[in-house]
């Protein structure tokens, strides 16, 4: 008996240290050095007012402009979210009207955030950034619900604008047009 409490303790050890180091590696902090990028034209539907406030404390765009739609260069923002066609939430709806509502209904979710560096409308590059929930709500008042993100999506929108940066960093296409743009423009 020992041995095996020994075992699934160093197990558990182990597992929870991994998924500490995982979650290390996405909360990494950018820093931008170089040339800043070019000002862009900013489309986003995300509603919350410190979004912008959060990208443009990294300093790497010249300015966001949500007005300036004749700007050659755009980046724009969108968070969306996809319930998953697993049965979970058609067998907890089933189990649920059998109830009469007293047992919940039980939704997996993906949660996505998606930015796109677009030249003259055209999209050059894409980062996606997905995010797994799950939802619990009752079956009559589910539908009245505000669609509102919760606190962990809220966190995770936060942490995609650094690995954006990183991302953007690495990306060849993005980086020969914003060298294209200062080399015209400036």
Known sequence: MKIFSLSLFLTMFFLSNLTFAKQLSLLTEYKHTGDVYPPVFFVTNITDSSFKPAIEAYNSFEELDEKAVGLPIGVRVLKGYRTK???TQF???MLSASTLGIIPV??????KVRYDIFVQGKSIAQFEYMMDSTDVNNIWTSSYKDKKATPTEELFLKDTISQFF????KEEKSQAVFAEYKEYFN
Not at 106 to 111: D, L, T
Not at 166 to 169: C, E, V
């Open 85 to 87: 066609q697993d049965g």
């Open 91 to 93: 067998t907890t709806m």
């Open 106 to 111: 039980v939704s997996n979710k993906e949660f």
């Open 166 to 169: 990183f991302d953007l960093q």
